[in-house]
Every structure is written in C-alpha cells, then in structure tokens.
C-alpha cells in the first residue's frame, strides 16, 4: 500500500490536461470579457441602422431610375 501511494504521488498523468483546463477557461474568460465591453455600441449602433434605414422610403424604381441599381 505505501508503494502505491509513493507511485501515485510520483505519477503526474493528468497534470497536462488540468493546464489546458485552465489555458481554456482563461480564453472563454477574455471572450466574455471582450464581448461584454463592445455589446452595448453594437446593438445601439444596430439600432441606429435600423432607425435610418426604417426612415428612408426608397422604391425599387427609384433605385432603377438613379442608376444605382447595379447589373
């Protein structure tokens, strides 16, 4: 019994996974970081978009007449 507890405190299998457990949490961790900081600019900028897009009131015939309509 004492081999097999000198063996065991001996055997580092597994040390490598619990440092990719921990490199993994670190990154999610500055993910959730790095979207909880633009979050916020984004949906208003979003809503911004929205607003103007919402404001304009061009048909496609217009479009066609400008030009702008591409093909």
Do not use: C, H, P
């Amino acid at each position: 019994m004492i081999k097999f507890i000198k063996n065991f405190r001996k055997d580092e299998n597994g040390a490598v996974t619990v440092d990719w457990v921990v490199l993994t949490a670190a990154v999610v961790g500055l993910g959730v970081a790095a979207y909880s900081a633009i979050e916020g600019e984004t949906n208003q900028l979003s809503a911004d978009i929205a607003a103007t897009i919402a404001a304009e009131n061009v048909t496609a015939d217009e479009v066609i007449a400008a030009g702008t309509a591409g093909g």
